[in-house]
């Protein structure tokens, strides 16, 4: 059975059988994945890319890991801001679509092929909600970064304002699935809407940020709430 397949299921899958299912659905949607996400975001995650990169707040020349990379959107900005970035995917095909030409590497970003305190920054976008482990995901994280290191994690958010909640509910539930349908693969942007349920409040993961070694954590709620920003700094 191929990966996006086993998305047409009610339930969500967990653990290992997610893991291999995520790789497997990004494997399969890497050729158009950039063009529906400019159409379903009306181009804002590039403003949300940019406010990431910019939070990180290194010097020129800082080394920092793009996690989840995807097709190299990230590593695209990093480079324009002067850092030097590195691309890490499970996806294979992801990895073969990036375009950013920063080294690459295969690798499950809870089990990094980097040294104890050998980087200085990481970025992550939109892929927390499909991580098996998050706490440990922190924890890595927290084990590559040098003291003073930053993180700065994107991914959806829900709205507080009620009305504002209530039309998103409606557009990423209905007209994101549609779209990636119409687009690339139907069962695949039928997960995205649902993915949402694996994500813990924001609030939780600031705490968990702090005991993983980022004191300073925060969260920061994008356009509305419909993205959030996880930032936070190494403790030295």
Request: neutral net charge; charged residues 25%.
């Amino acid at each position: 059975m191929t990966g996006p397949a086993r998305w047409n299921r009610d339930t969500l899958p967990e653990g290992e059988e997610k893991r291999e299912a995520v790789r497997e659905m990004f494997d399969a949607i890497a050729p158009r994945y950039d063009l529906v996400n400019r159409i379903m975001t009306f181009r804002l995650d590039v403003r949300w890319r940019t406010r990431a990169v910019r939070s990180l707040d290194l010097p020129v020349g800082a080394t920092v890991v793009d996690l989840a990379s995807g097709t190299g959107d990230l590593c695209l900005e990093l480079r324009d801001d002067g850092l030097r970035p590195i691309s890490v995917d499970l996806s294979f095909g992801m990895l073969r679509a990036d375009r950013s030409r920063a080294p690459r590497v295969q690798a499950d970003v809870v089990l990094l092929p980097f040294g104890d305190a050998s980087l200085d920054g990481a970025t992550c976008g939109f892929a927390l909600r499909n991580l098996v482990d998050l706490d440990a995901f922190f924890a890595e994280l927290a084990r590559v970064l040098r003291p003073g290191g930053r993180i700065a994690l994107l991914d959806v958010g829900i709205p507080r304002n009620p009305v504002v909640r209530w039309g998103h509910s409606i557009y990423f539930g209905k007209v994101v699935p549609w779209i990636g349908a119409l687009l690339s693969d139907a069962a695949a942007y039928r997960y995205l809407p649902r993915s949402v349920a694996y994500l813990p409040p924001g609030e939780a993961m600031v705490a968990a940020l702090g005991q993983a070694g980022f004191a300073d954590a925060r969260v920061d709620l994008l356009s509305g709430g419909i993205t959030q920003l996880l930032t936070g700094t190494r403790d030295r």
